[in-house]
């Protein structure tokens, strides 16, 4: 199949809107979207990244008001979140219409829904005559997509468009809190942080490791992730254990150690999130075996950069 790269949202919808998959930018990663009323689609969706059925899709609509047209109800907890973080990097999980379809779902009663707060996304899904399912746009497994290269790499020829946009600005997967329960709780970390949740929603929990392993709440949790092909090794700032070779990489906040063969120093924790995926794709552009990622401060968006790190270094 061939895969078209375009600019204009028009272009992109009109694709999506005759069945074809079209991978988008948003401002946390990049997704690759189908129509949610298509079953067709959403099939494809799985077989072109090789995602297990299991994982359930996010759907994604232009404007907050739209998020009625898959859910059955919002409670009080999720109209708060709505109200402060949408549209924004934040995805909730709420009690789904009859109407979804089970293949966006994996058969949960819930659907994940989610508005991002991007230009280009905003046109984009504003031209399609329905909500887009739509997962990150890379081959299961890998680091999500944070620009369109990286996207054309993992899906040319499997997709039929890529909708071109700048390198998302945030960097990392949406914060998911599942509002379907009482109290809500925190599914995967991300730019909307936990105590950014409890300013508004203060009963917010945390979700327990626990669940994300055995009875994972968010299917896609028991899956390995952002993994590059590179083996990653964790160290904290100025510690022993941080001595990479020549033929090895570095990324973190503080001076980069001069033995690395290639650094990436990153200004703060936001330019730490924006950085990381597309740095461990260049790595293993360049064959890099090993990357050693120095733990920002665990606070803020540094939370979620640490769980991505973790679980690459588990992969
Ligand atoms: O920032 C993002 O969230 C990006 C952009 C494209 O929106 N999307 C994204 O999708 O990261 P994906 O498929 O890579 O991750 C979606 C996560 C998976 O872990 C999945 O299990 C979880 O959302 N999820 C989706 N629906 C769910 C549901 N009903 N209940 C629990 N978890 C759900
Ligand atoms: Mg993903």
Redo the contacts with the bound molecule.
């Keep these: 199949m061939e895969t078209i790269v375009t600019e204009s949202p028009r272009i992109a919808a009109s694709w999506l809107n005759k069945g074809e998959l079209v991978a988008f930018p ?1 401002e ?4 690759l979207g189908g129509d949610m009323t298509n079953d067709t689609a959403l099939r494809q969706i799985f077989s072109a990244k090789g995602r297990p059925a299991d ?4 759907v ?1 609509v232009d404007s907050p008001g739209r998020i009625q047209e898959v859910v059955s109800e919002i409670p009080e907890t999720a109209r708060r979140m709505v109200r402060q973080f949408f549209p924004g ?1 934040l ?1 909730l ?1 709420l009690k789904k219409k009859k109407s979804v379809s089970p293949l966006v ?1 994996a058969d ?1 009663p ?3 829904v ?1 508005c ?1 707060a991007h230009p280009v996304a905003h046109a984009f899904l504003k031209q399609c005559n329905h909500p887009v399912a ?3 746009a890379n081959i299961s497994g890998r680091p ?1 997509s944070t620009d369109w290269r990286a996207v054309h790499d993992d899906l040319k020829g499997r997709i039929r468009c890529v909708l071109k946009g700048p390198q998302s600005t945030i960097g990392l ?2 914060t ?1 809190v ?1 509002c379907s329960v009482y109290p809500p709780r925190l ?2 970390k991300g730019a909307v942080s936990l105590s950014d949740l409890r300013t508004y929603v203060p009963e917010t929990a945390a979700a327990t490791t626990d669940e994300n392993t055995t009875q994972p ?5 028991k899956y390995p992730h952002y993994t590059p092909a590179a083996r990653v090794i964790l160290c904290e700032p100025q510690s022993a254990e941080c001595s990479p070779g020549r033929k090895h990489a570095w990324i973190g906040l503080s001076e980069p150690p001069e033995s690395a063969g290639k650094t990436s120093r990153c200004a703060d924790a936001d330019d730490y999130a924006y950085r990381l995926f597309s740095f461990f794709r260049e790595c293993d552009r360049e064959s890099i075996e090993v990357i050693y990622c120095e733990l920002p401060p665990d606070k803020g968006i540094g939370h979620a950069i640490r769980d991505r790190l973790q679980r690459a270094a588990e992969g």
Aim: hydrophobic share 30%; no cysteine.
């Design positions: 948003t946390t990663v990049y997704g994982n359930p899709l996010i994604h990097p995805t999980i779902t949960l819930t659907v994940g989610r991002p739509a997962p990150s999500s997967e949406s998911i599942d599914l995967r709440k968010s299917p896609g949790l």
